[in-house]
């Protein structure tokens, strides 16, 4: 009884199941540390990023700040679209687009679009996470399922029937069950680790976006003096 004998005991459904277990663990283990990377990045760099933009006096250099950032770095991409939103909108006074509409509502057009694009960027892997969470113990099942019928062919050919008989071959397949445990336990802590953390991040997001929109469609950020230049 054990790991090596259950190899040894395999057919070809049995193999299949363990290099599909295999699979799902590789691919939790990679978005695990994929998320834990870019999740380690973005909270080093969230607040230099809205601090910097916020205490930069002159507004073009916010915007040249928020243009050298990473592409992966989410607050520096929705501020260049609420800017490019208000500055498309001022190109265009009096065409038919801005008797659409107004700047406060172009600016927040922009502002929902680029909020919603970047919270599905940090989702990145979480589908993954939690399909291997929720089918990998019943993958493992499976396994067990089949060593199990086929443990029980081989005790009915040997037309043994003791506990002895019964344990050896019917442990082996249990195993199955717990490497589908083993690869969906890490995929489950991971996936409600990512979205309690990105729950956070979004709510910084949207607090970034609705200071955005005050900041460019009125020139200042709630509670602040109006500044005499329009970006």
């Known amino acids: 009884m054990g790991f090596a004998d259950m ?37 080093g760099s969230t607040d230099r990023v809205i601090n910097t933009f916020w205490e930069t006096p002159n507004a073009q250099d916010a915007i040249r700040f928020m243009e050298e950032q990473p ?41 929902r679009q680029a909020v919603t694009r ?25 396994g067990t399922v089949w060593g199990i019928y086929r443990a029980l062919i081989r005790i009915g050919a040997s037309g043994q029937a003791d506990i002895g008989a019964v344990a050896g071959p019917v442990g082996e397949a249990l195993i199955m069950t717990a490497i589908g445990l083993g690869v969906a336990i890490p995929a489950v802590l991971g996936y409600n680790f990512f979205v309690r953390l990105n ?16 900041f460019f469609a009125t020139g200042s950020r709630v509670g602040e003096t109006p500044a005499p230049a329009k970006v």
């Open 199 to 214: 729950r956070g991040t979004n709510n910084k997001l949207d607090t970034f976006a609705h200071d955005l929109h005050d």
């Open 118 to 142: 970047e919270s599905l960027k940090l989702e990145d892997g979480l589908t993954v996470l939690a399909t291997v969470g929720a089918t990998a113990p019943f993958v493992g099942l499976l």
């Open 7 to 43: 190899i040894e005991h395999m057919d070809a459904v049995n193999w299949t199941v363990l290099i599909v277990l295999i699979v799902m663990s590789a691919m939790s283990i990679f978005w695990i540390i994929f998320n834990a990377i870019k999740a380690a990045r973005l909270k």
């Open 71 to 111: 592409k992966s770095e989410p607050f520096s991409k929705v501020a260049l679209d609420a800017a490019q939103a208000a500055a498309h909108h001022q190109r265009h006074e009096g065409s038919r687009l801005v008797e659409s509409l107004n700047r406060s509502e172009f600016v927040d057009r922009a502002l």
